[in-house]
C-alpha cells in the first residue's frame, strides 16, 4: 500500500508586546489576579491611550515578546516573535500560581480581535482550564461572532468621538453588543475633560437596547485629560436614569503603581 501523506493543520501565530501576571485594574473585576497577554497592533489611535507601544502596527512590532519569568518575581525575560499556540500556553502555564482555581487569561492590546485566526487556534487548546476574559475596543464584531464560544468575559469599550478624537462608531458599537450579549459582558467608556452629553446618551442608548442590568463603568482619564468630579458625578447621576448599574471606577493599578 502506498504511503500516504499525513497533513496537518497550518498552525498560526501572533505578534505579542508583553505576557505578565499582575492585578486588574479595571471594570468590576478590580483586584483579581489575572495573566495578561497584551497583543500588538489597533485599529484606533484614541487620543487618551496609555499603552502606545501596543497600538502600532504589527508589522513594525519589536522582535520580542517581554514575558515575566514566574508568578513570584517581577523579571522578564524577552522571546522572539511571532509566537504560536503551544508557545503561548506553556507561558500563560508557568505565571500560574500553584493550586490556584480557574486562573484567568486577560486577551488585551492593542486589540485582540485583530488576531482573530490566531484566537481561532489557540483557545480551544485552553479548554476549561482558564477563564478567558476580553478587553476590547468593541468594533470587530465579525470576529467576535466566531469566538465568543470561546471567551467567558467581554470586557467592551464604547469609543466615545468626543474623548477619543476618533470618527463615532456606533453601527459597529451595536453589532458588537449584539454578538457579545450572551457572554458575561459590561461595558467601559474612559471619560475626558471633553467628553460631551449627547456622546454619553448614545452610548447609554446603545447599551439599553441590549440590556438595562448590564453593568456600565464611567473610567475617568488621568493626567491633563482628567475630568473634574463635578463632570464625573453628573455623568453618573445620567446614566442612573437609564440603566440599572452604573459605576464610576478609575485605574486602580496605576494607583497602586504595579504593571
Not at 43 to 68: E, I, M
Not at 149 to 159: A, C, E, L, P
Not at 175 to 199: G, M, N, P
Request: proline share 7%; with cysteine.
Amino acid at each position: 500500500m502506498a504511503n500516504r501523506v499525513r497533513y496537518y493543520p497550518v498552525m498560526t501565530t501572533a505578534l505579542l508586546d508583553e505576557i505578565f501576571a499582575s492585578i486588574q485594574g479595571e471594570g468590576p473585576w478590580v483586584g483579581q489576579r489575572h495573566i495578561f497577554v497584551r497583543f500588538m497592533g489597533c485599529d484606533l489611535r484614541c487620543g487618551y491611550c496609555d499603552t502606545p507601544a501596543a497600538v502600532n502596527d504589527p508589522r513594525d512590532s519589536p522582535s520580542a515578546c517581554k514575558v515575566q519569568v514566574s508568578p513570584q518575581s517581577f523579571d522578564r525575560e524577552s522571546i522572539a516573535n511571532p509566537i504560536a499556540p503551544a508557545v503561548l500556553t506553556d507561558l500563560c502555564d508557568r505565571l500560574t500560581l500553584p493550586g490556584q482555581q480557574h486562573p484567568v487569561v486577560s486577551l488585551t492590546g492593542g486589540e485582540p480581535l485583530l488576531h482573530r485566526e490566531f484566537l481561532e487556534q489557540w483557545l480551544p487548546m485552553l479548554g476549561r482550564r482558564y477563564r478567558v476574559y476580553l478587553e476590547t475596543n468593541g468594533i470587530q464584531h465579525k470576529a467576535m461572532e466566531r469566538l465568543a464560544g470561546f471567551i467567558d468575559v467581554v470586557s467592551m469599550d464604547i469609543k466615545l468621538p468626543s474623548a477619543t478624537g476618533q470618527t463615532e462608531r456606533w453601527g459597529d458599537h451595536r453589532k458588537f453588543l449584539e454578538a457579545a450579549k450572551d457572554r458575561v459582558l459590561f461595558v467601559k467608556t474612559v471619560l475626558t475633560r471633553d467628553t460631551t452629553t449627547d456622546d454619553l446618551a448614545s452610548a447609554l442608548t446603545l447599551v439599553a437596547e441590549q440590556g438595562l442590568a448590564i453593568p456600565f463603568i464611567i473610567q475617568p482619564a488621568s493626567g491633563m485629560q482628567a475630568p473634574p468630579v463635578e463632570k464625573l458625578i453628573a455623568f453618573q447621576n445620567k446614566a442612573l436614569g437609564t440603566l440599572a448599574d452604573v459605576r464610576v471606577i478609575p485605574q486602580i493599578h496605576k494607583m497602586l503603581l504595579v504593571p
